[in-house]
């Protein structure tokens, strides 16, 4: 069992490079899928974790920074909005991995609640990687993310990210 430990470091440094690979032995019958599937989960949901838990009720020392610290109630406001939905896509957005437990962390959300939404998602990773790794290069088709531009979307993910962050709380008028 000892053999499964690098999934899990690994999966709280790293990602998806190393995962892939023990999925891809896993699918081989070189490891079992399940212990691989586990160890990927937990290790990911860690790496998160841990950046959750270490700025939580620290990070607010970028508010002495005047062109950060405006931006305080918007990033509050915009996390607590759709804190749910902002965890469970978090450990499918590789360039948001560990801006998004910070943003939660940065607004205060409950540690419960992002703890087992995180590990929801971690789970959900896994399985998505693993069945990608089963599937084969034709999965990556059958999604259209086997173009050129397939490695921009993170990037473009990422810029969108704080984008929609940053911008002014929308109000609703009453007619």
């Known amino acids: 069992m000892l053999s499964y430990l690098p999934i899990y470091i690994a999966a709280i440094v790293e990602g998806e490079i190393y995962y892939s690979k023990v999925c891809a032995d896993a699918v081989s019958g ?4 399940p212990a691989v599937l586990v160890c990927g989960a937990l290790g990911g949901a860690t790496g998160d974790q841990l950046w959750f838990y270490i700025l939580r009720g620290r990070i607010h020392w970028l508010d002495h920074y005047p062109r950060l610290g405006k931006y305080r109630d918007r990033v509050i406001a915009h996390v607590h909005a759709h804190e749910t939905a902002l965890v469970l896509v978090s450990r499918f957005l590789p360039g948001l991995r560990t801006a998004i437990p910070i943003a939660c962390a940065y607004a205060g959300m409950r540690a ?3 703890s087992a939404l995180n590990l929801i998602s971690a789970f959900a990773w896994a399985g998505a990687i693993m069945a990608f790794v089963k599937g084969g290069s034709s999965t990556l088709s059958a999604f259209g993310l086997d173009a050129w531009w397939g490695p921009f979307i993170p990037a473009v993910m990422i810029v ?3 984008r929609w962050l940053s911008r002014p709380k929308q109000t609703r008028h009453a007619d």
Request: glycine share 0%; no cysteine; aromatic share 40%.
């Open 112 to 114: 419960v609640k992002f």
């Open 160 to 162: 969108l990210f704080f």
């Open 30 to 33: 070189r490891l079992l899928w």
